[in-house]
């Protein structure tokens, strides 16, 4: 399926979390993931990495359009409230064209940075 260029959302969160948590967090974040893949079919990438130090994770979210970033919210409202006690939100990247009012909503949750495309290209695959 072809996805119009403009209409996709990349969110990249950058967390702290302690290395005394990992094993904690990544029971949570399998089930996590697992949920997203199988429920949220906007949802086109989805991977969560930690640092060596294992004190730092990244998310990668990429999304089809601004619809599939909402819905996502109240999909996952369980788990974030399960693993809200073991991390810390440093920064949340926000990459595409969301509307100013999902723009807003991210800001007033996370420290956000929002950067516009200019140019660019995405191929499909695996």
Same mark, same amino acid.
């Given at each position: ?6 209409e996709t959302i990349t969110l990249c969160f ?25 429920t949220e079919p906007g949802a086109l990438v ?13 998310? @990668? ?5 601004? &619809?599939?970033?909402? %819905? #996502?919210?109240?999909? =996952?409202?369980? $788990? /974030? ?20 009012? @999902? ?5 007033? &949750?996370?420290?956000? %940075? #929002?950067?516009?495309? =200019?140019?660019? $290209? /995405?191929?499909?695959?695996?």
């Open positions: 399926m072809t996805i119009p260029a403009g950058e967390l702290d979390i302690n290395p005394a948590d990992l094993d904690r967090l990544v029971d949570i974040w399998q089930r996590y993931v697992s949920h997203v893949e199988a989805y991977t969560w990495s930690v640092s060596e130090n294992q004190q730092s994770v990244f998310i @990668l979210e990429h999304y089809r359009n601004a &619809r599939a970033v909402i %819905e #996502h919210g109240p999909n =996952i409202a369980e $788990f /974030s409230a399960e693993m809200a006690p073991y991390r810390t939100v440093k920064k949340l990247t926000v990459l595409g064209n969301p509307s100013s009012k @999902l723009l807003e909503v991210l800001q007033s &949750r996370y420290p956000t %940075e #929002h950067f516009t495309p =200019i140019k660019g $290209f /995405s191929r499909g695959g695996n």
